[in-house]
Protein backbone atom coordinates (compact mmCIF):
# COMPACT_ATOMS: atom_id res chain seq x y z
CA UNK A 1 0.00 0.00 0.00
CA UNK A 2 1.02 3.22 -0.96
CA UNK A 3 -0.07 6.68 0.28
CA UNK A 4 0.46 9.80 -2.19
CA UNK A 5 0.05 13.34 -0.69
CA UNK A 6 0.75 16.31 -3.21
CA UNK A 7 1.38 19.59 -2.38
CA UNK A 8 2.73 23.29 -4.29
CA UNK A 9 -0.75 24.08 -6.02
CA UNK A 10 -1.96 27.49 -6.30
CA UNK A 11 -2.87 30.92 -8.30
CA UNK A 12 0.00 31.87 -10.99
CA UNK A 13 -0.05 34.55 -13.11
CA UNK A 14 0.61 33.25 -16.53
CA UNK A 15 4.20 32.85 -17.36
CA UNK A 16 4.67 32.15 -13.78
CA UNK A 17 6.46 28.88 -12.21
CA UNK A 18 5.38 26.50 -9.40
CA UNK A 19 6.75 22.95 -8.66
CA UNK A 20 4.34 20.65 -7.30
CA UNK A 21 5.41 17.39 -4.77
CA UNK A 22 4.04 14.30 -4.27
CA UNK A 23 5.35 12.74 -0.92
CA UNK A 24 5.04 8.78 -0.84
CA UNK A 25 4.58 6.24 2.15
CA UNK A 26 3.92 3.11 3.11
CA UNK A 27 6.19 0.94 0.58
CA UNK A 28 9.41 0.71 -1.24
CA UNK A 29 9.21 3.96 -3.74
CA UNK A 30 11.85 3.42 -5.91
CA UNK A 31 10.17 0.27 -7.38
CA UNK A 32 7.64 2.55 -8.20
CA UNK A 33 6.73 4.39 -11.75
CA UNK A 34 5.55 7.47 -11.24
CA UNK A 35 3.06 10.22 -12.98
CA UNK A 36 1.52 12.95 -12.39
CA UNK A 37 -2.15 13.45 -14.32
CA UNK A 38 -4.17 16.52 -14.59
CA UNK A 39 -7.99 16.91 -15.41
CA UNK A 40 -9.67 20.45 -16.21
CA UNK A 41 -13.52 20.93 -15.71
CA UNK A 42 -15.62 19.01 -18.74
CA UNK A 43 -12.41 17.43 -19.77
CA UNK A 44 -10.61 14.01 -18.90
CA UNK A 45 -7.85 13.48 -16.90
CA UNK A 46 -4.88 13.14 -19.00
CA UNK A 47 -1.26 11.89 -18.22
CA UNK A 48 1.12 15.19 -17.74
CA UNK A 49 4.84 13.51 -17.53
CA UNK A 50 5.52 10.03 -16.15
CA UNK A 51 9.13 9.02 -14.82
CA UNK A 52 10.03 5.34 -14.90
CA UNK A 53 11.61 3.67 -11.71
CA UNK A 54 15.23 3.62 -13.44
CA UNK A 55 14.35 7.22 -14.19
CA UNK A 56 13.54 6.90 -17.92
CA UNK A 57 10.87 9.97 -18.42
CA UNK A 58 8.13 11.25 -21.00
CA UNK A 59 5.61 14.31 -21.07
CA UNK A 60 2.56 14.94 -22.89
CA UNK A 61 3.30 17.35 -26.11
CA UNK A 62 1.40 20.17 -24.84
CA UNK A 63 3.94 20.68 -21.57
CA UNK A 64 7.28 19.42 -23.14
CA UNK A 65 10.22 22.16 -22.85
CA UNK A 66 8.02 23.30 -20.23
CA UNK A 67 7.63 20.89 -17.34
CA UNK A 68 10.14 18.79 -15.73
CA UNK A 69 9.36 15.50 -13.54
CA UNK A 70 11.82 14.45 -11.21
CA UNK A 71 12.37 12.06 -8.20
CA UNK A 72 14.16 11.69 -5.55
CA UNK A 73 13.90 8.05 -4.21
CA UNK A 74 15.71 9.32 -0.57
CA UNK A 75 13.14 11.23 -0.13
CA UNK A 76 10.40 9.33 -1.52
CA UNK A 77 9.14 11.99 -3.61
CA UNK A 78 8.02 13.22 -6.71
CA UNK A 79 8.31 16.89 -8.04
CA UNK A 80 6.73 18.21 -11.35
CA UNK A 81 8.88 21.85 -12.00
CA UNK A 82 6.74 24.14 -14.46
CA UNK A 83 7.62 26.99 -16.08
CA UNK A 84 5.71 29.14 -18.36
CA UNK A 85 2.58 28.44 -17.16
CA UNK A 86 -0.23 29.29 -19.43
CA UNK A 87 -4.30 29.64 -18.57
CA UNK A 88 -4.85 26.16 -19.74
CA UNK A 89 -2.46 24.59 -17.57
CA UNK A 90 -5.38 25.04 -15.15
CA UNK A 91 -6.36 21.79 -13.37
CA UNK A 92 -6.03 19.36 -10.38
CA UNK A 93 -2.78 17.44 -10.14
CA UNK A 94 -2.44 14.38 -9.07
CA UNK A 95 0.40 12.19 -8.83
CA UNK A 96 0.22 8.39 -9.53
CA UNK A 97 2.26 5.51 -8.59
CA UNK A 98 1.78 2.06 -10.49
CA UNK A 99 4.24 -0.91 -10.48
CA UNK A 100 3.86 -4.82 -11.68
CA UNK A 101 4.61 -7.54 -9.46
CA UNK A 102 6.65 -10.43 -10.95
CA UNK A 103 3.39 -12.53 -10.87
CA UNK A 104 1.57 -10.27 -13.14
CA UNK A 105 -0.60 -8.32 -10.26
CA UNK A 106 -0.81 -4.72 -10.81
CA UNK A 107 -0.83 -1.70 -8.50
CA UNK A 108 -1.81 1.46 -8.43
CA UNK A 109 -2.17 4.21 -6.39
CA UNK A 110 -3.62 8.06 -6.21
CA UNK A 111 -2.75 11.32 -4.19
CA UNK A 112 -5.99 13.52 -3.58
CA UNK A 113 -4.84 16.06 -5.84
CA UNK A 114 -3.75 19.52 -5.67
CA UNK A 115 -5.22 22.81 -7.72
CA UNK A 116 -3.26 24.59 -10.06
CA UNK A 117 -4.83 27.63 -11.42
CA UNK A 118 -3.21 30.11 -14.40
CA UNK A 119 -4.71 33.62 -14.87
CA UNK A 120 -4.16 37.09 -14.18
Known amino acids: QVQLVESGGGLVQPGGSLRLSCAAS????????LGWYRQAPGKQRELVAG???????NYADSVKGRFTISRDNAKNTVYLQMNSLKPEDTAVYTC??????????????WGQGTQVTVSS
Open 26 to 33: GSIFSIYA
Open 51 to 57: ISSGGIT
Open 96 to 109: NARRSSPSGARYAY
